[in-house]
C-alpha cells in the first residue's frame, strides 16, 4: 500500500503532461513504515535516454538515483519508490518496467494521452521478479498545505 497526497499526484500528473510526448520520470521520497509507503515529496529527474527512446521506456542514471537518495537520506527520508508516465499507452508496468525493477519499492505509473494526464495506478514487483501488483493509493496528511 501506497499513501500519497493529491499534490504529489497532481506534481506527477502536471510533470507527465510537461514532457509529453517523451516518458517523464522520478523518485517517491518518503518513509517505510509498516509494510507501507508513505511518500512526503516528489523528485522530478530527467530521462537519461536518447531522444528516440524516451517515448518508450525510462531509465534513472545511477548519479542521479545516488543525488535522489542523498537528498532524502539529508532529510531523515527514504527514497521509496518511483514514477513515470506512459505517453498514449496504459498506466501498467512493461516487460521493460519489470526486468530493470527492484522489489519493495512502489512504481507509479501515470497514463498520457494525447497531452493529458489520465489514469495513474501503483504498483508493486512480485518478490519473485515474475509481475507487477497493483497496489491501493491511499490519501496521506503529508501535502504541503496541510503544514
Ligand atoms: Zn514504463
Given at each position: 500500500m501506497i499513501e500519497i497526497a493529491d499534490e504529489h499526484l497532481r506534481e506527477i500528473r502536471a510533470h507527465g503532461e510537461r514532457d509529453y510526448p517523451f516518458e517523464c520520470c522520478g523518485l517517491l521520497i518518503g518513509r517505510f513504515e509498516n509494510g507501507r509507503k508513505v511518500v512526503s515529496e516528489t523528485y522530478a529527474i530527467s530521462n537519461a535516454r536518447e531522444e528516440e527512446a524516451k517515448r518508450n521506456r525510462f531509465l534513472i542514471r545511477p548519479e542521479e538515483l545516488m543525488r535522489g537518495e542523498k537528498y532524502a537520506r539529508e532529510k531523515g527520508?527514504?527514497?521509496?519508490g518511483f514514477y513515470h508516465s506512459h505517453p498514449d499507452d496504459r498506466a501498467v508496468p512493461s516487460k521493460y518496467d519489470l526486468d530493470h525493477a527492484w522489489p519493495s519499492y512502489s512504481y507509479i505509473v501515470v497514463a498520457v494521452e494525447k497531452g493529458h494526464a489520465a489514469d495513474l495506478r501503483s504498483w508493486e514487483m512480485e518478490a519473485d521478479r515474475s509481475r507487477f501488483n497493483e497496489e491501493e493509493i491511499t490519501p496521506s496528511p503529508f501535502g504541503r498545505g496541510s503544514g
Open positions: 527520508l527514504d527514497v521509496v
